[in-house]
Nanobody, 125 residues
């Protein structure tokens, strides 16, 4: 059974940094498309970025240059490094995984079949 477990969320001031982790188990992690999504209260879930099986990444314009996705295949763990955080980045952050889809930040969340439980990020001004 596929399991994704996020961690690393918290509260920071604007301009601060956080690193989120997503530990994956139950399948061959390295051959999937992995993605980070976020959902703020009253808003739809949106893609933050993805990384494909070749290590290629894509990012939403709102986070490009500030956020970085990386992975440690030996640990089956996905990371999201977030720098220069803004109050607008406040949301629940989720990692997701699947195969056989376009691995792109704008791929609809509904296309991803496996999700973690989320970790809250709160950025204060």
């Amino acid at each position: 059974q596929v399991q994704l477990v996020e961690s690393g969320g918290g509260s920071v001031q604007a301009g601060g940094s956080l690193r989120l982790s997503c530990a994956a188990s139950g399948y061959t992690y390295s051959r999937d498309c992995m993605g980070w999504f976020r959902q703020a209260p009253g808003k739809e879930r949106e893609g933050v970025g993805t990384i494909d099986s070749d290590g290629a990444t894509s990012y939403a314009d709102s986070v490009k240059g500030r956020f970085t996705i990386s992975e440690d295949n030996a640990k089956n763990t996905l990371y999201l490094r977030m720098n220069s955080l803004k109050p607008a980045d406040t949301a629940m952050y989720y990692c997701a995984a699947d195969r056989g889809l376009r691995c792109w930040y704008a791929t609809p969340p509904a296309d991803f079949g496996y999700w973690g439980q989320g970790t809250q990020v709160t950025v204060s001004s």
